[in-house]
């Protein structure tokens, strides 16, 4: 399984997870069948207009099979989803801690009803 992480910076699967997909500076994508196999991409969607990301540009084209964020906006979660990719919240400090609650389905699937709403203060803003 592929799975992608929005990230900081990259510090391999200690990088520590961002709190937001579509503002992340970095995705690292890890596939769970290759010991230690992890590839990292600059976001390439960064200054994209709120709520127009495109999140499979962001990731340079690679489909995961998840990816794991601290929040992301439901127009997001919606492209992701139309490409078979499930989008999880990340429970977790670093890419290695989330790995291991998502094998143990231990991370809860984010959809539309509880995605971010925006980022300005008491105006539905993101709860992370």
Same mark, same amino acid.
């Given at each position: 399984?592929?799975?992608?992480?929005?990230?900081?910076?990259?510090? *391999?699967?200690?990088?520590?997870?961002?709190?937001?997909?579509?503002?992340?500076?970095?995705?690292?994508?890890?596939?769970?069948? %290759?010991?230690? %196999?992890?590839?990292?991409?600059?976001?390439?969607?960064?200054?994209?207009?709120?709520?127009?990301?495109?999140?499979?540009?962001?990731?340079?084209?690679?489909?995961?099979?998840?990816?794991?964020?601290?929040?992301? *906006?439901?127009? %997001?979660?919606?492209?992701?989803? %139309?490409?078979?990719?499930?989008?999880?919240?990340?429970?977790?400090?670093?890419?290695?801690?989330?790995?291991?609650?998502?094998?143990?389905?231990?991370?809860?699937?984010?959809?539309?009803?509880?995605?971010?709403? *925006? !980022?300005?203060?008491?105006?539905?803003?993101?709860? !992370?």
């Amino acid at each position: 399984m592929k799975v992608c992480f929005a990230v900081q910076k990259d510090d *391999g699967v200690e990088s520590v997870v961002y709190g937001h997909f579509g503002s992340a500076p970095a995705f690292i994508v890890v596939d769970t069948d %290759a010991a230690d %196999a992890a590839v990292t991409v600059n976001n390439r969607d960064l200054n994209h207009v709120h709520g127009a990301c495109n999140p499979i540009q962001a990731i340079g084209g690679l489909k995961p099979d998840a990816v794991v964020v601290g929040g992301i *906006g439901a127009g %997001a979660i919606n492209r992701l989803n %139309a490409e078979g990719v499930k989008v999880y919240r990340s429970a977790a400090e670093t890419v290695k801690q989330n790995l291991a609650l998502l094998k143990e389905s231990k991370l809860s699937e984010l959809s539309v009803q509880n995605a971010c709403a *925006g !980022h300005t203060q008491g105006q539905g803003g993101c709860g !992370h």
